[in-house]
Nanobody, 125 residues
């Protein structure tokens, strides 16, 4: 059974930065699209960013464009999310996911499976 594990969350002041990582076990996801999603208190899971299998194409939600950067290291079977200029509205549990049916982002959170347990990001002064 495949497991994903997110790490790197924490408490940061507005304007600060955090770097999230997502690693997988039992199966490599190097040929599949991957993404980051987040779920705030009382909210649905929202799209944050996605990346194609090679890392040559990236996609971002409107609220994070210009502030967040998604990347991947296939040799290490690891997905990253660099978050800069964080805002209180970025407070959420962040999850990574894999789309086992595509090498590129198809546009829907429902395309992703094998979610990790999430990592909490809190932006507060």
């Amino acid at each position: 059974q495949v497991h994903l594990g997110e790490s790197g969350g924490g408490l940061v002041q507005p304007g600060g930065s955090l770097s999230l990582s997502c690693t997988g076990s039992a199966r490599t996801f190097t040929t599949y699209a991957m993404g980051w999603f987040r779920q705030g208190p009382g909210k649905e899971r929202d799209f944050v960013a996605a990346i194609n299998w090679s890392g040559s194409k990236t996609y971002y939600g409107d609220s994070v464009k210009g502030r967040f950067t998604i990347s991947r290291d296939n040799a290490a079977n690891t997905l990253y999310l660099q978050m800069n200029n964080l805002e209180p509205e970025d407070t959420a549990i962040y999850y990574c996911g894999v789309d086992w049916r595509s090498s590129d982002f198809r546009g829907l959170a429902a395309d992703f499976e094998t979610w990790g347990q999430g990592t909490q990001v809190t932006v507060s002064s």
